[in-house]
């Protein structure tokens, strides 16, 4: 099993700065296996990126993701107060289909 | 608009059954693999099952094979999750989700609203 490691568990971050959330896997995921997703409290996660770098429909462009191989990172530029949530990644590569534990971005 | 709506779920006792039901509309249901996504109260996503639009193909996880059944009716657009053996530690919201595109990738979305299990006694 691919196990996924996201750093840090908590962010603490000012509105309109940049949030840096990484996702590590225990090995190789490719370079295109990698989805990210958020999630605000009381509801169901939402696919931000896959394919490691591409926004889903109506993601807005703050939203960036990169990475390839065991390392990947989502950075949420100029933080709006509707970022404030837990955002989880996904490998793909190969199954059992596993998340990270997921970062929490609040409010600083 | 694509939408993915759960039956409601319950309270069930340990060793007991459920049988989840997702409704799906807005997308040719047919042409999509599907998923169960689940989330212990304050936990992380566990991704639990996958059936292949056919129903060629399905996969579980290691902590549902043997006692979790997914499976799927295309003619009525519906998606199902038989648990049997049911444990204190598959208390969870259960999440339907529809897979991506094709066969190679294996993102999620969207996602339903979810439904809770509760398995207590």
């Known amino acids: 099993e691919i196990v996924m490691t996201q750093s840090p568990a908590t962010l603490s971050v000012s509105p309109g700065e940049r949030a840096t959330l990484s996702c590590r896997a225990s090995?190789?995921?490719?370079?295109?296996?990698l989805a990210w997703y958020q999630q605000k409290p009381g509801q169901a996660p939402r696919l931000l990126i896959f394919g490691a770098t591409t926004r889903a429909t109506g993601i807005p462009a703050r939203f960036s993701g990169s990475g390839s191989g065991t390392e990947f990172t989502l950075t949420i530029n100029s933080l709006q107060s509707e970022d404030f949530a837990v955002y989880y990644c996904q490998q793909y590569s190969d199954w059992p289909l596993t998340f990270g534990g997921g970062t929490k971005v609040e409010i600083k | 608009e694509v939408q993915l709506v759960e039956s409601e779920g319950g309270l069930v006792q340990p060793g007991g059954s459920l049988r989840l039901s997702c409704a799906a509309s807005g997308f040719p249901f047919s042409s999509y693999s599907m998923n169960w996504v689940r989330q212990a109260p304050g936990k992380g996503l566990e991704w639990l099952s996958y059936?292949?639009?056919?129903?060629?193909?399905?996969y579980y996880a290691d902590s549902v094979k043997g006692r979790f059944a997914i499976s799927r009716d295309n003619a009525k657009n519906s998606l199902f999750l038989q648990m049997n053996s049911l444990r204190d530690e598959d208390t969870a919201v259960y999440y339907c989700v529809r897979g991506a595109p094709g066969k190679r990738f294996h993102y999620f979305d969207p996602w339903g609203q979810g439904t809770l299990v509760t398995v207590s006694s």
């Open positions: 090995q190789s995921v490719g370079v295109y296996n």
């Open positions: 059936i292949t639009s056919s129903s060629s193909t399905i």
